[in-house]
């Protein structure tokens, strides 16, 4: 047992690796012996599982002398990326390996310790891998597809937010989520056609904008892709897949001047500004930037003059590496980009609002959140706030009611709701127009119908209904008199004319702009111009100078209210030819077999019989005296093998004695009962002849029954049977929708056989009218004479007893044409009566028919629009033929933003400016790629932040935040993650707070110092606006500003649409500092008037239990006082000159005027007067508090204060006299 050693030292720690280098270099005589025998090494152990790198067995001091023992060798822990095998342990173990693995590991945790810790994130380029291994392979393959999230295996060494290429068509795609050597990619374009397989290629890189001169006034996509740009490149209005256009303009060149404040041998930082570009007359100073992590010495330092966004400018020196930089670096979306501070903003965020600016204020770099439904008015804040509001930079990431016939480019009709984009409609002239947009949505509809001017009119013809912002097409022709009048006892000469105004600046080019026409008068005194002669004289001359010609324009059918009475009555819509000429019935006679050349004919005896014809058999009722009808009838149904019979014709008289001068009618004479029938003496009367029109050599006599071998093998009632003339028992006849795209001669001669059977000819002014029952009929008649360009009306009798006898509702169509064009008389001479036909005239021209209108409001509704192409008018037809313009503001929010804002400007130094000049607009629509969706909102807020570091406050609008969320909820159910409320991720607070947070108030990165903020304002679209939507909740509890809006409020056209009760700001205290050196009066007047206007709420709620003359004078006071604000500061007309935009000292005057009423009337009611009395003597006073908001702010602040301060000094006067009475 000599020699054994307990097992308990087995235990004992084994010193480390470093602790073995260093005790070597200290006392080199312990170094292990670089051979060694077998003799000297110790028994092996014989553990199976024991390796060369297994712990040795170290003895502890024994006090038994023992033999020497050599130590075994100590194995180094292998390289976690190198395996080296040795021949022997002593060769693992030479002193001089140990040395120089000791030092290797030292060098390699000494560049370690110096690394900084962000650096960890960058992509390695492979040139720096380990060991000097090949180059890994940079393409993987798509291992599985749903939709636009893709699996792609092989995909080792890859990073989280890599870009990479997907498929044959290089899809932009993005790495989400990583798993072994799979990857997880989102993919920004359609995924349709990729399948199992297909490559995936590795870029190295993140998802990164490029930031530089040429990005305002432009327009991208979800990834930076310049919309403009890919047109010019595909010739498409859509994306094509895979395509690939740089963000920047690389061939527009910039005029550079470089900072005075570096030279050659400085040393420059990240944020530094070696130079400025002017981009455009809004942005002069467009400062360009080191990217935020270089740095290092300049060797090469830029001279003035024009470069392009890639040429090399700056080179800079760092550790012996040169580095060249360009106008225009490159940024990773999801990174924020570093700043020096965070700072507190006290500035306000001003919008020109009152409701915003003086209850609800933001700051300069503070959040803002708006949640409301559909057409609440949230694009309309978001304008106002690009428009007006103080920040230096802004990125902001017409129809008709279901129902509505729609003439299609073929001449059928088909409602408005079932057209699809690339459908045709038919144009004013008949050629096609294409449709390339179809908005939709809901909104304030109006009724616009038809008028004439006959005396027996009883009801409007109804034409279609629209939006509010549907264009009416106008024609309103001029109207210049001159009269003589005495006005004072002065005689003057004046001249009326209509001429153009607008309830704007004049020089505004905006779209919404109310340009309209008025009744302008223009007089001279008698006196002052030389006597009634001169006056006459001068009166003349100027008329000359007025335009004679009709004007032709447009109004939104919200606006027509705002006509004069004299413009209103004048103005009329246009009812069109319909100049498509098809040969619809000639093809029906020709698959009848009959000869279709003579489809004219055809169609004047189709014409008759629906309006004197036999519902059930070929057979028309004439009047037996006109012979002419008969021999025409007999004639045209010549040309198909018909012939006339008239063998049923009965004939009565009454002689005027009483008795009977010829064979009676003896059904009529006497009736059962012994009741006998009165004869009229004097009366002599004829009944109607029923003619038949039946095939030649028919034998009436055929057993088979006379109606119904009448109808057999007849062309004429297989016509009737194939056009849809016959209708149901209701409707029995029809005027059928396809006669108005026939050739002109078949619709003439249908018409004029429907005169002739049922209808009166005036000679005198030539103008005919046609009676019918039948709605069918009276409507189609209107459409067939519009179509060939008549003037149609309907007159309507309702349904009525006369003497025991009922009388259906009956329609009356007049028809006239305009003199000289020979429309009506083309079609009257194809009519056989002497006193219905007429001339043939000499040529035809066919205008479109003008027509007065009204317009009525309706409760808001679903509408559905057409945009057209914009090469076109902009004009169709509906199936009424009435020329009207199309749509297209709508349809969502994007849409509306790229329309608009080209028009929109602002005044700058005295110049008017577009605002897109200071815009970046990313396109992040619904129907985008759901990937994209989801990236587009992080472009925006680092293109906001490259801006912020130059010094600028910009405003980064996130419309609408609810499609992101929409987007990453898609994307997490395509991943398979644990949903939360209603699907959305659990992870929707911490992203949305993620964004939000890139807000703020800072101060930049580099020299010299600046201040930047960037605020954000996120409208979310909660369904049904629903504020507990778990959008809206989660952004809540992140932004610090709400402004909710009110869907009754916006369905009572009281916009900005904010709920007061609703709506907060957490910023108040924040600008107590900036109102008390500016305007310390106007956070009192904000906080007594929402005070207020949270007291008349409860009121109103006591009103709906008791009334309101059970309230007490002070409570009416709050409740009178509440409707003024309600009414004339909160609501805002933002497409007015004096309203669309109120400065903080035209609001803070409101607000105090208005306090101010509400003092006095409380201090009046406090010394015993009645508020009714007090309220009618001051009614002149509440008046001018009401046409406050009317005076312009273009007038001047010291103009328009004097004015507020008479309001405020006589309305004091006024009470201080009802006082005293």
Partial sequence: MLGLRPRTPLLRARPSFRDLVASQQTDPTKSRPTTSSSEQRPHSNSNPFSTINSRPFTPPEAAVALPASPELPRTPLPSPITAIEFASIEQEAGPHSIEQQAEEELRTDETAAETPSHTTAKMPPKKQQQNGDEEESQQGSIFSVSGPVIVAEHMTGCAMYELCKVGADQLIGEVIRIDADKATIQVYEETAGVTVGDPVYRTGKPLSVELGPGLMETIYDGIQRPLKGISDVSNSIYIPRGIAVPALDRKRKWKFTPSDKFKKGDHITGGDIFGTVEENSLLSDHKILLPPRARGTITEYPKAGEYTVDTELLEVEFEGKKT??????????????????????????????????????????????????????????????????????????????????????????????????????????????????????????????????????????????????????????????????????????????????????????????????????????????????????????????????????????????????????????????????????????????????????????????????????????????????????????????????????????????????????????????????????????????????????????????????????????????????????????????????????????????????????????????????????????????????????????????????????????????????????????????????????????????????????????????????????????????????????????????????????????????????????????????????????????????????????????????????????????????????????????????????????????????????????????????DFSDPVTSSTLGIVQVFWGLDKKLAQRKHFPSINTSASYSKYTTTLQKYYSENNPEFPQYANRIRELLSASEELDQVVQLVGKSALGDSDKITLDVATLIKEDFLQQNGYSDYDQFCPLWKTSWMMKNMMSYHDEAQKAISQGHNWAKVREATNEIKNDLTSMKFELPTDGEETVTKKYEEILQKMQEKFASVIDE
């Fill in 324 to 1025: 060249k930089y360009t106008m225009m670096h490159q940024w990773p979306v999801r990174v924020p980009r570093p700043t020096t501070d965070k700072l507190s903003s006290g500035d306000p965020f001003i919008v020109g609002q009152r409701v915003l600016d003086a209850l609800f204020p933001g700051v300069q770099g503070g959040t803002v959140c708006i949640p409301g439904a559909f057409g609440c008015g949230k694009t309309v804040i978001s304008q106002s706030v690009s428009k007006f509001s103080n920040s230096d930079l802004i990125v902001y990431v017409g129809c008709f009611s279901a129902g509505t016939m729609v003439m299609m480019a073929d001449g059928d009709s088909r409602a408005v709701e079932n057209i699809t984009v690339n459908d045709e409609v038919m144009g004013k002239d008949g050629t096609p127009r294409k449709v390339v947009g179809l908005p939709s949505g809901t909104e304030t509809m109006y009724e616009v119908s038809v008028k004439t001017q006959h005396k027996n009119e009883t009801v409007s013809e109804v034409s279609f209904k629209c939006n509010a912002s549907h264009l009416l097409v106008l024609t309103t022709p001029q109207y210049i008199r001159q009269t003589d009048h005495i006005i004072r006892g002065k005689h003057q000469t004046s001249v009326t004319y209509f001429d153009w105004a607008r309830l704007e600046v004049p020089s505004q080019p905006r779209s919404r702009s109310v340009r309209l026409l008025k009744l302008f008068t223009r007089s001279w005194d008698h006196i002052t111009h030389g006597g009634a002669g001169a006056a006459h004289t001068k009166a003349a001359t100027f008329k000359t100078t007025i335009p004679a010609g009709p004007f032709e324009w447009t109004l939104q059918a919200q606006d027509h209210s705002l006509l004069g009475t004299h413009v209103r009555k004048a103005s009329q819509q246009t009812f069109c030819p319909v100049f498509l000429e098809r040969n619809h019935l000639s093809s029906m006679l020709e698959q009848s077999g009959a000869n279709a050349s003579h489809a004219g004919q055809m169609a004047y005896l189709l014409g008759f019989w629906v309006g004197d014809g036999h519902y059930d058999r070929a057979v028309f009722s004439v009047d037996p005296r006109d012979s002419a009808i008969r021999e025409q009838i007999n004639a045209y149904g010549g040309f198909f093998g018909l012939e006339v019979d008239s063998r049923e014709y009965k004939k009565y008289r009454y002689s005027t004695a009483g008795g009977s001068s010829g064979t009676a009618r003896q059904p009529l004479g006497t009736l059962s009962g012994n009741v006998t029938k009165v004869e009229k003496e004097g009366f002599l009367g004829n009944g109607d002849e029923s003619v038949s029109l039946r095939p030649i050599g028919f034998d009436p006599e055929a057993p088979t029954g006379k109606r119904k071998a009448l109808n057999t093998g007849n062309v004429f009632w297989e016509m009737v049977m194939l056009t849809g003339v016959r209708g149901t028992d209701d409707e029995r006849k029809i005027v059928p929708a396809w006669l108005i795209s026939e050739p002109f001669e078949v619709r003439e001669h249908f018409l004029a056989g429907l005169i002739e059977s049922n209808g009166h000819v005036n000679q005198q002014d030539l103008s005919a009218t046609v009676k019918t029952i039948y709605t069918t009929v009276c409507h189609g008649l209107v459409q067939l004479a519009r179509s060939l360009g008549l003037r149609a009306s309907i007159c309507v009798e309702k349904a009525k007893v006369v003497r025991n006898v009922s009388h259906k509702t009956s329609y009356a169509v007049y028809i006239s044409g305009t003199p000289g064009t020979g429309v009506l008389e083309s079609v009257l001479s194809k009519c056989a009566l002497a006193r219905k036909t007429a001339a043939v005239p000499a040529s035809v021209v066919r205008d479109g028919q003008k027509v007065y209108f009204e317009v009525a409001k309706l409760p808001a509704d679903s509408y559905y629009g057409i945009t057209l192409e914009d090469a076109s008018d902009h004009k169709f037809l509906l199936g009424n033929t009435m020329v009207v313009h199309n749509c297209g503001e709508r349809g969502n929010e994007m849409a509306e933003v790229l329309m608009d804002f080209p028009e929109l400007t602002i005044e700058f130094d005295g110049r008017r400016e577009p605002i897109m000049k200071r815009t970046c607009l990313i396109a992040n629509t619904s129907n985008m790629p759901v990937a994209a969706r989801e990236a587009s909102i992080y472009t925006g807020i680092t293109i906001s932040e490259y801006f912020r570091d130059q010094g600028k406050n910009v405003a980064m609008m996130a419309d609408s935040t609810s499609r992101w969320a929409e987007a990453l909820r898609e994307i997490s159910g395509r991943l398979g993650e644990m949903p939360a409320d209603q699907g959305f991720p659990a992870y929707l607070g911490a992203k949305l707070a993620s964004f939000y947070e890139r807000a703020g108030k800072v101060i930049a990165l580099g020299s010299p110092d600046r201040k930047g903020s960037i605020s954000i304002v996120g409208a979310v679209s909660p369904p049904g606006g």
